[in-house]
């Protein structure tokens, strides 16, 4: 029997998977900008207190201490997130979920298999995948025409694109819920099909990026000096070279090529040299990490 269809509007419980940096500030948005009860979930006890530390530092530094926001408007926003290491008690009241655990295909199809097991047979269930297949995640479920992605990028209060990924199998209506749900968090979403590496905005980007690395593997300029040419040249906010150490997404690039993503679609084989040197030296960027400024400074500028 088909699972009756789920309404944006019904929607008033969200289950978060992963309270690392993108599963606590979607938890976040979805409490703060959605009004929604959110339920967020991970490994340990630990990393749910982080991920809710985190969030209640960036609305205490962003909105509190601004004058935006009063303390009891924070707590209201806090208190509609709760943490659980279970994810049948994530999922069970879900009325969505979203999935934002390490970029793992094993782990993402293992997770949605639980997820599919557990959330009522309506329930839409989104992955923030950054370029996994869609399709290997549906698989793992019995509900292909209610799994979509939900591409937010970082910091996911500020940044307004959401790419949502329709997998060949994804319903229309699917499709129509997510960009719904994207637009009343105040998103700009963008559909993209699930055969494209990187979906858009990041199979674009990769290409700049990478040049960006090879010119500093060629030592033609400084780190600084290349984001400098391509902020100033095309107008970017931020040069590819301090964005992928603010994003960490140099170690994000390795472990997609674990899973042996960069061997599908264009970019096959691209994955620079330096970025893998980088970051088994431990400099992967991310939250508090050296990334390729450091990577540069005390390791090729010196050879
Ligand atoms: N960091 C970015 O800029 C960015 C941007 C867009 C999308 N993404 C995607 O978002 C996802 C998460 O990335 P992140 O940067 O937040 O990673 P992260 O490492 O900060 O967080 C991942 C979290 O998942 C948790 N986790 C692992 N296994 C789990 C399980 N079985 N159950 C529950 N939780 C589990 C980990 O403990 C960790 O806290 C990835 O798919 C990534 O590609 C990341």
Redesign the pocket.
């Known amino acids: 029997m088909e699972a009756s269809s789920m309404k944006l509007e019904n929607v008033r419980q969200v289950a978060v998977?992963?309270?690392?940096?993108?599963?606590s500030q979607i938890a976040q948005l979805l409490a703060f900008v959605g009004g929604y009860s959110v339920t967020i979930?991970?490994?340990k006890d630990e990393?749910i207190n982080n991920g809710i530390q985190f969030i209640k530092d960036g609305l205490k530094r962003h909105f509190v201490d601004k004058g935006k926001m009063t303390q009891t408007q924070m707590d209201e926003v806090v208190d509609r997130i709760k943490g659980t290491t279970s994810i049948p008690d994530a999922t069970k009241n879900a009325h969505f979920v979203i999935e934002?655990?390490?970029?793992n295909l094993d782990?993402k199809k293992s997770?949605f298999k639980q997820l599919d097991e557990n959330a009522p047979p309506d329930v839409i269930l989104a992955s923030?995948?950054?370029g996994l297949n869609l399709s290997e995640m549906a698989g793992a479920t019995k509900r292909p025409d209610k799994v979509v992605g939900m591409?937010?990028?970082?910091p996911v209060a500020v940044m307004k694109l959401v790419e949502v990924i329709k997998g060949p199998l994804t319903s229309g209506e699917t499709v129509d819920i997510a960009v719904a749900l994207c637009k009343k968090l105040g998103k700009e979403p963008v559909v993209c099909k699930d055969f494209s590496f990187g979906f858009l905005a990041n199979r674009a980007y990769v290409a700049m990026a990478n040049e960006a690395v090879q010119m500093v593997w060629e030592r033609v300029a400084s780190p600084e000096e290349i984001d400098k040419a391509l902020k100033l040249g095309y107008n970017l906010p931020m040069g590819p070279l301090e964005l992928g150490d603010y994003?960490?997404?140099w170690a994000?690039s390795v472990s997609s090529e674990q899973d042996r993503m960069v061997e599908v679609g264009p970019e096959k084989g691209h994955l620079h040299p330096l970025i893998r040197m980088m970051v088994r030296a431990g400099y992967t960027g991310g939250r508090g990490k050296k990334g390729i400024y450091d990577f540069y400074k005390e390791v090729l500028s010196r050879e």
């Open positions: 998977l992963g309270a690392g940096a993108m599963g979930t991970d490994v990393f934002a655990v390490f970029e782990l997770i923030n995948t950054s591409h937010f990028f970082n994003t960490g997404m994000l």
